[in-house]
């Protein structure tokens, strides 16, 4: 079955690096997303992406982070200052349209990646 | 995105049918139910998901109340790795481009 991949799994960084997490989305898939969710928290809503532009963000994403689909495959998530409160476990997603049809509606996740920052 | 309130956890014997509830009472015409889980750490799972008619598929089905105020999940035969958390979102669809709103879950404990 195909699947959502991330890398790396766990990445360890300082406080003020830029950090990359990158994402292959499923590949007939045209909406691409990232969540995050702090340990013992929520699953969090970052943004969507589509048709090589966001779509819609939450107040979370503010200038400090960015999104890319660089090629046909990868996704990334860039962090250009990492923060304490920024350690997480970040969610990419994706699906093959937004809407309502039967399996239109379903998100397929991939195993995230986790960060800490020291 | 309407509020939704499930209960902080559940317990079900292997084999029994587990059956989650949600209430999402102030839900809006144009508005689906989804039920998506969350294993251990691991990455949210698409379960089901709904407008008003009941849905069935290889997972489970969901039961919705003709008034939308409510739902039910129900797993028909759990077993131990259905243990995971269990999250009832309520998502407008088509303009709200994969926003899910999820909140803490139920947490379902599936013992022997």
């Known amino acids: 079955e195909p699947e959502v991949t991330q890398t790396p799994s766990h990445q360890v960084t300082q406080m003020g690096q830029e950090v990359i997490l990158r994402c292959v989305p499923i590949?007939?898939?045209?909406?691409f997303y990232w969540y995050r969710q702090i340990l013992g928290q929520k699953v969090e809503f970052l943004v969507s992406f589509y048709n090589n532009e966001i779509s819609e963000k939450s107040e979370i994403f503010d200038d400090q982070f960015s999104v890319e689909r660089p090629d046909g495959s990868n996704f990334t998530l860039k962090i250009r200052s990492t923060k304490l409160e920024d350690s997480a476990m970040y969610f990419c997603?994706?699906?093959?349209?937004?809407?309502?049809?039967?399996?239109?509606?379903?998100?397929?996740f991939g195993e995230g990646s986790r960060l800490t920052v020291l | 995105d309407a509020k939704t309130t499930q209960p902080t956890s559940m317990d079900c014997a292997e084999g029994r049918a587990a059956n989650l509830p949600c209430n999402h009472s102030t839900i809006s015409g144009n508005e689906y139910v989804y039920w998506y889980r969350q294993i251990h750490s691991q990455g949210p799972q698409y379960i089901i998901h709904?407008?008003?008619n009941n849905e069935t598929n290889e997972m489970a089905s969901l039961i919705i109340t003709e008034d939308r105020k409510s739902s039910t999940l129900i797993l028909p035969h759990a077993t131990l790795r259905d243990t995971a958390v269990y999250y009832c979102?309520?998502?407008?669809?088509?303009?709200?481009?994969?926003?899910?709103?999820f909140g803490q879950g139920t947490i379902l404990t599936v013992h022997p």
């Open positions: 979102i309520v998502n407008a669809g088509g303009t709200s481009y994969g926003k899910l709103t």
């Open positions: 590949s007939n898939h045209l909406y």
């Open positions: 709904g407008l008003k």
């Open positions: 997603a994706s699906n093959v349209r937004w809407g309502t049809l039967a399996k239109d509606g379903e998100l397929f």
